[in-house]
């Protein structure tokens, strides 16, 4: 039963570095989201891409933060240059199509921790 | 601002008795709402769903039931089993697909 799968599940980088979190979505899915969850807070959207299209990119800080979606292997979300406030849980789900009938399956999230 | 409120931080019930986790929203806009069950260190599992064009959804041991005057819906489990506790979120889903979470309650069943 595969799942939505991220990587790492934890990731510890000093202030400055890059952290790269990766997810496979389901198998069938097309749709993938990115979600961030800070302490004591729900989760709040940050992008939604298609295989090789950003769709929404809304929730996204304006800058450090990139995601892309790729042809062939799993979408990466990248943050350059992390400060402690990057420090957060980040989800990523994913959907069969991009209709509103269509649940979204989140993966088991990747822990950064800036220090 | 918060469109999607969860005013309960926590919920304690007692085993087979019902719990109800509540949740409200402002934007009238949403036509899509969903129930998510989050244990600690695990991503949030989809528990149930409600279309805007109906007023109950019902799933085993797992009602939901939404109000779209009062832009209001909630969550019944019934009965409550000590496996149930968890962090329940509320979501809902507009236009463009994204979900807007609520803040989560915190459900504890007590055997």
């Known amino acids: 039963n595969a799942g939505v799968m991220q990587n790492p599940r934890h990731l510890v980088r000093r202030r400055g570095q890059e952290a790269r979190l990766r997810c496979s979505p389901m198998?069938?899915?097309?749709?993938v989201y990115w979600y961030r969850q800070l302490p004591e807070e729900g989760l709040k959207f940050m992008v939604y891409?298609?295989?090789?299209?950003?769709?929404?990119e809304s929730g996204m800080p304006k800058e450090r933060f990139s995601a892309e979606f790729p042809k062939e292997g799993p979408s990466i979300l990248r943050i350059q240059q992390v400060v402690r406030g990057d420090s957060a849980a980040y989800f990523c789900?994913?959907?069969?199509?991009?209709?509103?009938?269509?649940?979204?399956?989140f993966g088991p999230g990747t822990r950064l921790t800036v220090t | 601002d918060q469109q999607v409120k969860q005013n309960s931080p926590s919920l304690s019930v007692q085993e087979g008795r019902i719990s109800i986790l509540n949740c409200d929203y402002t934007?009238?806009?949403?036509?899509?709402f969903l129930w998510y069950k989050k244990y600690p260190a695990e991503g949030p599992t989809f528990l149930i769903s409600?279309?805007?064009?109906?007023d109950k959804n019902e799933d085993g041991r797992f009602t939901v039931f939404l109000n779209k005057s009062a832009k209001h819906l909630s969550l019944h489990i019934v009965p409550s089993q000590p496996g149930d506790s968890a962090v329940y979120f509320c979501?809902?889903?507009?236009?463009?697909?994204?979900?807007?979470f609520g803040a989560g309650t915190i459900l504890r069943v007590k055997s």
């Open positions: 934007n009238s806009m949403f036509d899509y």
């Open positions: 198998k069938g899915h097309s749709h």
């Open positions: 409600i279309s805007s064009i109906k």
């Open positions: 789900a994913s959907s069969h199509a991009g209709t509103g009938t269509y649940e979204q399956y």
């Open positions: 979501a809902a889903e507009g236009y463009g697909n994204k979900l807007v």
């Open positions: 891409l298609q295989k090789e299209n950003i769709i929404d």
